[in-house]
């Protein structure tokens, strides 16, 4: 039996379940995901959108871009998900939202070309000045 992820943003007003375990994790350091979550940047859990549900509330969606939307809690503001458009199958969830958010080890970072100089990063794993390739 697959074990059920959950998470949610600050407020619990919107939360999620996940049916599996996320196809990958990565950290994201473009201007988009900087203003939209206010950090530096911000670890997804890419996921199937099959496997995810809302089990209370749903977040508000934010055309962030030609390409994109994101989802957000609409009463605590907190940033939830990332999706392309042309994506239909995948959905980014913010990493910290899942109530163990030590479920997820990213495997790269990408986009690191807008990281602020005073992120220095340690953790040795691979760096990608955009997206990630393939």
């Known amino acids: 039996m697959t074990k059920m992820l959950e998470g949610g943003c600050l407020c619990g007003r919107v939360r999620f379940t996940l049916k599996g375990p996320p196809l ?3 950290h994201c350091h473009c201007r988009m995901c900087q203003l939209a979550a206010g950090a530096p940047f911000v670890t997804w859990a ?7 549900s809302w089990s209370l509330g749903e977040p508000r969606l934010y055309p962030s871009s030609d390409f994109a939307e994101r989802g957000f809690c609409a009463e605590c503001g907190t940033a939830l ?3 392309y458009l042309n994506k239909k199958n995948e959905i980014d969830i913010a990493a910290i939202c899942f109530d163990d958010p030590g479920i997820v080890e990213p495997l790269d ?3 690191t070309k807008t990281r602020p100089e005073w ?6 794993l691979p760096e990608h000045e955009g997206k990630r390739d393939g």
Do not use: M, P, S
Request: hydrophobic share 50%; charged share 25%.
């Open 24 to 26: 990958r994790a990565t």
């Open 46 to 52: 890419i996921v199937r959108q099959a496997d995810l």
């Open 81 to 83: 998900t990332f999706r």
């Open 109 to 111: 970072h990408i986009w």
């Open 119 to 124: 992120i220095r990063l340690a953790d040795g």
